[in-house]
């Protein structure tokens, strides 16, 4: 399953709360993709994701959206 989250209009933290309840209905096989443009959310999420141990790729939209994509890394 592909979980898609558009945060690009919440403010930090909310993205980071939405993230980690979709991160733990996650199987090994699905992806979450989510969308931030909230300067904290682009600090915090990443570090979230490292020091959980998930694998995710980042990718600029534009000029202020950030896309993310992660998976279990298990």
Do not use: H, W
């Amino acid at each position: 399953m592909i979980y898609k989250y558009d945060a690009t209009m919440d403010k930090c933290p909310l993205p980071l709360v939405k993230m980690r309840l979709i991160l733990k209905k996650m199987t090994q096989i699905d992806r979450c993709i989510i969308r931030i443009a909230d300067k904290g959310s682009k600090t915090d999420i990443p570090k979230y994701l490292q020091e959980k141990g998930f694998q995710y790729t980042m990718a600029q939209l534009d000029s202020s959206v950030l896309e993310l994509t992660i998976t279990t890394g298990n």
